[in-house]
């Protein structure tokens, strides 16, 4: 048994705090409404948080240092791993650094291919934060119609690549394959029935007085500390600044597509939500767009560098070159040159960026992952601070975090 005089210090502490009305709670690393290994270590005065502190690492998994050691076509299916919810995305974000890298020009199908995945994924991953925030306060028949559109999505990116949450589905110099016939058609029917889905949530939950009390000035992020914390994405836009990485530093062929950039002035939970809602809306116009353009693109699909990347089945099969080639580059893979490159990408949370330094390997020497969940995760410390203990869930979710992004 302990010796009696050692539990004194113990019993003291818990002495002083019932004499103090505040208490010390622990939200998570398990709570399903953390939406992962998020450990919130809460000071609250009955439900109201007087102090929040936000514990990350519980799923870290070191994946900047793996990326460094491994070679850079190994490291792509590494990134599905990061925001798991929107996988092409990180697939994107990673080649489009080592292109711009190596100085690799993608086909203009590749281009086209790509956006339509980035967009599907985009409305999947928007789909599932307004089933996620809409059960996490109560209204679950949205849950399941916003699943309903989702599925439709997961299979047309599943038609495509064979994959529904880890896709893969973009490679260093192109993308995989061409699109199946009949994906096109299927793709408009799917659009038609996302718009449709929307009018649905929208009816739910636009004038639902309960979603408005526990949405409309709950976890209001002002147009300054958005900008202080780094926020981006939807997290920056319903603050009050229109700011779109494919506007403004557009890449592919954003710059010739036609869409606006939803954005809201009270940077609450509802603001965010309404923002979510136009962005799916723009998306499909996005995809429309694209069909049109697919049907008018030469056929090419990967990049004629072979310096860096394979050459397409047909001449690996038929080309004693071509296979030599593509050996060498699966073996000991591209040796990008040496150099430093930023590149920076408007994923469905917001700027997600990859830094590359190359000594010239086939490794490269330092990757760093800029992704914005991690910056919204340490808005919690503010923002959290004066609500409730039943306004967590909707705020945690309406910053839309994904903890693959901040655990790395």
Wanted: net charge negative; proline share 3%.
């Amino acid at each position: 048994m302990q010796n009696p005089t050692k539990l004194r210090p113990f019993f003291e502490n818990i002495e002083f705090q019932k004499k103090d009305s505040n208490m010390i709670l622990n939200f998570g690393p398990q709570h399903p409404a953390a939406h992962g290994q998020l450990r919130l270590m809460l000071e609250i005065d009955g439900e109201k948080i007087i102090k929040a502190s936000p514990h990350v690492g519980y799923m870290h998994r070191g994946i900047e240092k793996m990326a460094e050691n491994m070679i850079y076509n190994e490291f792509v299916p590494v990134t599905d791993r990061l925001d798991y919810v929107a996988s092409s995305g990180t697939n994107y974000a990673f080649c489009g650094a080592v292109e711009k890298l190596c100085g690799i020009e993608i086909p203009r199908r590749a281009k086209i291919i790509r956006v339509m995945l980035l967009e599907l994924n985009r409305i999947a991953a928007h789909l599932l934060y307004l089933a996620t925030q809409s059960l996490d306060i109560g209204a679950m028949t949205v849950f399941l119609y916003a699943f309903r559109e989702r599925e439709y999505v997961l299979d047309l990116i599943e038609r495509y690549c064979g994959a529904r949450l880890t896709h893969n589905s973009i490679k260093i110099g192109g993308v995989f394959v061409d699109l199946q016939d009949g994906f096109l058609e299927e793709l408009l029917e799917v659009c038609n029935k996302i718009l449709s889905g929307i009018k649905d949530y929208e009816n739910l939950l636009d004038t639902n007085r309960i979603w408005l009390m526990r949405t409309q000035n709950v976890g209001v992020i002002s147009k300054e500390m958005a900008l202080t914390y780094g926020c981006s994405g939807v997290m920056l836009r319903a603050s009050g600044v229109q700011w779109d990485i494919r506007k403004e530093e557009p890449y592919l062929i954003y710059d010739e597509l036609d869409f606006d950039v939803p954005y809201a002035d009270n940077g609450d939970c509802y603001a965010r939500y309404k923002c979510y809602i136009q962005e799916m809306r723009e998306s499909v116009k996005i995809l429309r767009q694209c069909v049109n353009l697919y049907e008018k693109s030469d056929p090419q699909i990967l990049a004629d560098a072979p310096e860096y990347v394979s050459a397409s089945k047909e001449q690996i099969m038929t080309q004693n070159y071509s296979l030599m080639k593509h050996f060498v580059l699966v073996t000991q893979g591209l040796k990008a040159p040496k150099g430093e490159i930023y590149f920076a990408t408007e994923s469905n949370k917001g700027e997600l960026s990859f830094y590359i330094y190359s000594t010239g390997e086939s490794y490269p020497y330092r990757v760093k992952i800029r992704t914005p969940s991690f910056y919204h995760c340490s808005t919690y410390e503010e923002l959290l601070v004066g609500g409730y203990i039943a306004d967590i869930s909707a705020i945690i979710c309406s910053t839309n975090l994904i903890l693959g992004e901040v655990d790395r």
